[in-house]
C-alpha cells in the first residue's frame, strides 16, 4: 500500500511564527500536492510539483511557498502565519498519469492562534 | 460556474435504501473521473474511478455521462458504514502534473 505520512496531526502555533509541514510518500511517486480543507469550501489545492525541485502555484498561494529537494518529500512552508491559516492541511501524491487517483495522507489540523 | 458541483446533502437514508448522487463538471476536456469517500475527521480515500462505459464495485454502481457532462454514483442497500461525505473529482487535464478538481461533496447519512 502507498503510504504518505504527514509529520503532525495537530499543531498550534502562533500569529507570525514561520510554520513547516511536512510530507513523505514512500511509492516513488512523481506528483505532490498540498491542499487545505474549510467547510463549505471543500479541498483547495494550494501548491503542487510534479518532478524534484518543480513546483507550480494551485489556486491559493498566497502565504505559503514549498520545497521539495528530494522525491518522496513535500514540505509546505507558511512563512508567518495567520489566523487565517487555520486549517486542515492535507498532503497527496500521485503517478504520474492522467488516469491516476491521488494518496492522501491522514491530515495534519493547524491552528493559528 | 464551478469546475465540479455537487448536491451537498445531508441524503439522510434509512438502512437498506438506494441513494444516487449526481456531479456535473465544467471542462468537456476532462478525460478521468472518481469518487472518494471522506470520513469525518479523515482524509479522502479512493472509492472507485469512473469509467466511460460505466462499473461497479459490489453495491456501487458509478456512470459517466459525457454528453451531459456529469457522472453519478448509486449506492444499493446501504449501510450504516456507508455514513459519510462522498467527493466527485475530475481531471481536467489543463497543464501540467496529474492535478484533479475537488467538488465540494456530497454528505450521506445512513440511519436504522
Known amino acids: 500500500d502507498v503510504k504518505v505520512t504527514q509529520s503532525s496531526r495537530y499543531l498550534v502555533k502562533r500569529t507570525g511564527e514561520k510554520v513547516f509541514l511536512e510530507c513523505v510518500q514512500d511509492m516513488d511517486h512523481e506528483n505532490m500536492f498540498w491542499y487545505r480543507q474549510d467547510p463549505g469550501l471543500g479541498l483547495r489545492l494550494i501548491y503542487f510539483?510534479?518532478?524534484?525541485?518543480?513546483?507550480e502555484k494551485g489556486d491559493i498561494p498566497e502565504g505559503y511557498s514549498v520545497s521539495r529537494e528530494k522525491k518522496e518529500r513535500f514540505s509546505l512552508i507558511l512563512e508567518s502565519a495567520s489566523t487565517n491559516q487555520t486549517s486542515m492541511y492535507l498532503c497527496?501524491?500521485?503517478?504520474?498519469?492522467?488516469?491516476?487517483?491521488?494518496?492522501f495522507g491522514s491530515g495534519t489540523r493547524l491552528t493559528v492562534v | 460556474r464551478k469546475e465540479v458541483e455537487q448536491d451537498p446533502g445531508p441524503f439522510n437514508v434509512p438502512e437498506g435504501a438506494t441513494v444516487a448522487f449526481n456531479c456535473t463538471y465544467s471542462n468537456s476536456a476532462s478525460q478521468s473521473f472518481f469518487w472518494y469517500r471522506q470520513d469525518c475527521r479523515k482524509e479522502p480515500k479512493l472509492l472507485m474511478s469512473v469509467y466511460s462505459s460505466g462499473n461497479e464495485d459490489g453495491r456501487f454502481t458509478a456512470q459517466l455521462n459525457r454528453a451531459s457532462q456529469y457522472i453519478s454514483l448509486l449506492i444499493r442497500d446501504s449501510k450504516l458504514s456507508d455514513s459519510a461525505t462522498y467527493l466527485c473529482v475530475v481531471n481536467p487535464f489543463t497543464g501540467g502534473g496529474n492535478k484533479l478538481t475537488f467538488g465540494t461533496g456530497t454528505q450521506l447519512k445512513v440511519e436504522l
Open positions: 510539483s510534479y518532478d524534484v525541485k518543480m513546483k
Open positions: 497527496a501524491s500521485s503517478l504520474s498519469a492522467g488516469s491516476a487517483g491521488y494518496t
